[in-house]
């Protein structure tokens, strides 16, 4: 190739035909091939990439993804009532402020010296979480819920030394997904069944099943479902009984009101922190939480990072640094505690940044708004003939089932309506809960105006009254 | 600009703002965010919401969050992030492994647009066609690179994608009902995780050394191979920056052994182009996307590890996987022989836009220039690092690496007594992050460097003049060393209560019971 002819990409600094030629010399070299003489002939890759051609200038680049992107619909535009984990809440300006400084955005590993600030955040982080959970040790995020609910429920197993756990049949299909994987071939899952008409946790079933091999039993409060499980106690009671460890994930919004799980006997909680000042990204702006309380044997367990505080050789200066870091796999590889390398870290911040914008009154604030607007709007659709909320004849926070099955109408038709009138309407539940039917899960949060939900009102109203099918139907439509 | 310039070693000091921790922030009264108020016509029809919660389930006390006002908050966490060096403002090769590479700040104003940042995984497919198009056309770019034949994107990070390896393995070894097949072959200079991540899903590790060349063993990789082999999970090249020149005879040896073989190339970024996971016939492999890839660390996630696979594990692969018909991009949640998920919904999608926007910035001519400037900037290091009194390369005397280079302070602590550690820490009160290398430390007195492509020629000068300055001092004045570091956030770290129960405190309410009262 020419390399005077080429132009030098703005990423790539030393492609400057004189920088490289005084670099080569420099390493007594003449041609960059000669670097790559250990890799033989015949595991060299001798044809080309077909990538696609090379938009060099930023401007033409922008112009380009800008144009793919803008084949998405964003929830900025719509109404969105989809959550189960994901989940739409507003995003304070300076959230997104702080998780943009090159400096959280672009540092990795550094020393607790020229990275303090990200070992204080994320004790911040730490710390904040504990008071919303009331529990004394939190860990650096994990990936997800989904992650954290897996590692708790391997952390019970080695507590114990067991190897069954026992799982709410009506946790997030997605995180089942994960916790079966994550617990393969190691620990055994079986479920416990739901009252049909309530939703909690058919407690005779969990005795039954509950037994010298059981290392604990996690279910979700609120569910993924949307109902309330007020039964916490007497589940962390027939745990216990038989020295079994209780875990549960929460949605950590709804603890401004709700009362915090360390507060019905649970001993490891945990859940994702999305919803804490991290915008939904497609669902990658989920991080994991786990809490626990302050026990050695507890905190010997856990696989993540945990930053702790102390001193330095300053007077009164804070210094911090790696609790127990001979549990990891960093210390220890395959002795260590699960695995721990790159997760979530930069949502931990936000999550700190969020929390301390919110203080104790926002966040009962922000749970009475979300308590009212849900109730709201479960109200308004009950009246629609043939529509029923919630569901599940229990309390709910955010989220709750609404069931279409009398209204002769399938959840997809009415999406499809909805789409129409640009609102994304719940997600169908019959794949995942196909005894529910017609069935379609709702998030309601403080995002929603009372005229965004009388204009989903209004628009159930319409689908649901009208004679047959609304001929609505898109192309490629997938609710099912 | 051929010349050489006169490269010095700064004045620095790094911002040191005392800051408090926020909870001594806290003022009553003080509010940071108001949130949406009810509406009046919903507060009438529905009351306080707080009384349709069972009376066991409410909340007594409010949690004791600080209440600091709202530039105050922003003022704490500015001061907190100027506490931090990001690669956007040191020369960030210190940190070997890693790949600390340019991560460019167009890519940064696409992620922030409502059309990905406010997007939610379960909308129609035909409300988000560009998210997955993107999704599957990097599918396809990583196909391109890796000469493998389908990519998931759903792993968190280079761990989850191992597990994700190990988990796909045990799958396929279930569905052919060969339950005997329980051994993970690694090596010491493969990623802690190769192990740690493989041993979550039962497997028993064994794990090969290297032989004088700075190599895994061949004999030693056949001495371990059996009826139990499930597979080889390794690097190549591995932290020393030192290529395998027999990496097919593993995956041979393995094949013929019966096991598969999946290559971490968590960080690829000396070979796009040059060779791939296919002409060395691995069955898997997984690029992380926030190092070769550009997306950012963000002091430690969220990062994605793309795991790709030949076609015959096709149908292990954790759903949903992104296909196109020719007409529209849709998801498929049907694979035969699925392992689930390793992670909710469809991963870290911002990374895989970054990836994207990188990949299309560069084209294939581009990403090859990337990995020969990278190993360019790495060779051209290494010369000069050979040169430092004290400092050394273990392995392969007289011979070029790829990326990096795993490089040892033994001869400095002998002759001064100054550690890596100390080296560390004095590299900070320059501006500078240096890292150590992973547990065990097989090189003695380890320090890793990767130049990347990002840095400059004169940046690397700088960064080189900053380790020729403390190794100076080190032969001078050890104690200026070891004392270190001076010009920091922070002085030298009391680390005695961080590994004791009855001292540690990992969060501040842990912290004022243990040490306030």
């Known amino acids: 190739m020419n390399e005077k002819n080429k132009s030098v990409h703005p990423y790539i600094p030393n492609s400057v035909p004189e920088v490289k030629a005084k670099m080569m010399k420099d390493i007594g070299i003449t041609d960059i091939e000669e670097l790559y003489e250990d890799i033989p002939e015949h595991l060299r890759f001798k044809g080309k990439m077909n990538l696609p051609e090379a938009l060099t200038s930023e401007y033409a680049l922008k112009r380009h993804v800008e144009g793919v992107l803008l084949k998405n619909l964003s929830c900025k535009d719509h109404i969105s009532f989809l959550g189960g984990g994901c989940w739409q809440h507003y995003v304070p300006a300076i959230c997104d402020e702080i998780n943009q400084r090159s400096e959280f955005l672009t540092a990795y590993a550094g020393e607790p010296y020229e990275d303090h600030g990200r070992f204080q955040s994320l004790f911040e982080y730490e710390s904040l979480m504990a008071e919303l959970l009331d529990m004394d040790v939190v860990n650096v995020p994990t990936y997800d819920w989904c992650q954290a609910a897996g590692t708790a429920i ?46 909690i946790m058919d407690l005779e079933d969990m005795e039954t099943k509950t037994s010298s091999k059981t290392a604990g039993v996690y279910f979700e409060n609120p569910s993924f479902l949307g109902f309330i499980e007020h039964q916490g106690e007497l589940i962390s009671e027939i745990a216990h009984k ?8 929460v949605d950590p919004v709804s603890l401004g009101v709700i009362r915090p799980p360390s507060q019905y006997g649970v001993d490891i909680v945990c859940g994702d922190i999305q919803c804490l000042g991290v915008h939904m990204f497609f669902g990658g702006g989920l991080g994991g939480f786990i ?3 302050d026990e050695e044997k507890y905190v010997m367990e856990y696989p993540s990072r945990l930053f702790g505080i102390t001193k330095t050789a300053v007077e009164g200066e804070y210094g911090f640094g790696d609790v127990a870091y001979e549990r990891t796999s960093f210390a220890e590889r395959e002795e260590g505690k699960e695995f721990v390398g790159t997760h979530a870290a930069l949502w931990g911040i936000t999550a700190a940044v969020y929390l301390s914008l919110m203080g104790p009154h926002g966040m009962k604030e922000l749970n009475t708004v979300i308590l009212q607007k849900s109730h709201y709007l479960m109200k308004q ?10 569901y599940f004849k229990s309390s709910h926070f955010k989220e709750f089932v609404v069931d279409f099955n009398e209204t002769g109408k399938t959840v997809k038709d009415i999406n499809t309506y909805l789409r129409s009138k640009k609102i994304f309407g719940g997600k169908s539940l019959r794949s995942v809960f196909p005894e529910l039917g017609e069935s379609a899960l709702y998030c309601v ?12 009102i209004q628009a159930i109203r319409e689908i649901v009254d009208s004679a047959g099918i609304l001929d609505l139907r ?3 439509s997938t609710d099912d | 600009m051929t010349e050489d310039k006169t490269i010095k070693v700064r004045k620095f000091h790094q911002a040191k703002w005392d800051e408090p921790v926020i909870f001594e922030l806290d003022t009553k009264g003080e509010r940071g965010i108001q949130v949406p108020r009810v509406e009046k016509e919903i507060q009438e029809q529905i009351g306080d919401g707080i009384s349709t919660l069972p009376e066991n389930m409410r909340r007594k006390e409010a949690p004791a969050l600080p209440e600091v006002s709202q530039m105050r908050v922003l003022k704490h966490f500015l001061r907190l992030s100027q506490h931090c060096l990001g690669a956007d403002l040191n020369v960030d090769i210190g940190q070997g492994t890693c790949t600390m590479k340019y991560s460019p700040k167009i890519n940064e104003v696409l992620v922030r647009m409502p059309e990905a940042a406010d997007i939610h995984p379960w909308q129609d497919e035909s409300t988000v066609q560009g998210a997955l198009e993107i999704i599957y056309k990097v599918d396809t770019f990583l196909r391109e690179i890796s000469g493998l034949d389908q990519f998931t994107f759903q792993p968190g990070g280079g761990s989850a994608a191992i597990l994700a390896m190990a ?20 090596t010491i200079f493969s990623h802690p995780s190769d192990a740690a991540a493989t041993a979550v899903k039962g497997f028993k590790i064994i794990t090969l050394y290297q032989n004088e060349d700075g190599l895994p063993d061949v004999e030693a990789l056949k001495k371990a191979l059996s009826e139990r082999t499930a597979g080889l999970f390794i690097t190549n090249p591995e932290d020393t920056g030192i290529f395998n020149p027999r990496i097919d005879e593993f995956t041979k040896l393995v094949h013929e052994a019966g096991g598969f073989c999946g290559y971490d190339q968590a960080n690829a970024n000396g070979i796009l182009g040059i060779t791939r996971a296919r002409e060395a016939n691995f069955d898997m492999c997984f690029f992380n996307l926030h190092k070769t890839f550009s997306s950012p660390h963000g002091c430690g996630g969220p990062g994605l590890g793309a795991l790709g696979v030949k076609k015959e594990l096709r149908d292990y692969l954790p759903v949903p996987v992104v296909e196109y018909n020719g007409e529209s991009y849709y998801v498929n949640d049907n694979l035969p022989y699925t392992i689930g998920k390793v992670r909710g919904f469809f991963g870290v999608f911002p990374a895989v836009l970054r990836a994207y926007a990188w990949i299309m910035s560069l084209g294939a001519e581009g990403l090859k220039e990337a990995a020969h400037v990278a190993v360019l900037n790495n060779n051209y290091v290494l010369k000069k690092i050979r040169e430092l009194r004290g400092a050394d390369a273990p392995y392969a005397e007289g011979r070029h690496r790829i990326e990096q280079v795993r490089y040892s302070w033994q001869k400095l602590m002998e002759e001064t007594g100054v550690t890596t550690e100390d080296v560390i820490c004095r590299m900070a009160d320059f501006g500078f992050h240096l890292w150590t290398s992973h547990h065990p430390f097989v090189v003695p007195e380890p320090f890793s460097i990767e130049p990347t492509e990002s840095y400059s020629k004169d940046e690397l000068d700088e960064y080189i003049a900053g380790l020729a300055k403390v190794v100076e001092e080190a032969y001078e004045d050890p104690e200026k060393v070891k004392n270190a570091p001076y010009n920091s956030v922070i002085h030298k770290i009391d680390p005695s209560s961080l590994d004791d129960p009855d001292k540690w405190a990992i969060t501040w309410r842990a912290y004022l019971k243990k040490h306030k009262t």
């Open chain 1, 154 to 199: 391997r952390m019970a197993g080695r507590i114990t030394g067991r190897n069954e756990i026992l799982v709410a049949d009506t946790v997030s299909p997605e995180r089942l997904a994960v916790i079966r994987n994550y617990c393969h071939p190691v620990m055994n899952i079986r479920l416990v069944k739901h009252c049909p008409q309530t939703g």
């Open chain 1, 242 to 249: 038989s020295g079994a460890i209780s875990i549960v994930g």
């Open chain 1, 291 to 293: 809490a626990s309380r």
């Open chain 1, 381 to 390: 659709l009950s009246v629609i003939s043939g529509v029923r909320a919630p």
């Open chain 1, 445 to 456: 949060t403080e995002i929603h105006t009372k005229e965004n939900l009388d204009s989903l």
């Open chain 1, 474 to 476: 898109e192309e490629g």
């Open chain 2, 167 to 186: 988990s796909i393995v045990h799958a396929y070894f279930e569905s052919k009902a060969e339950t005997g097949r329980d051994e993970i072959i690694t």
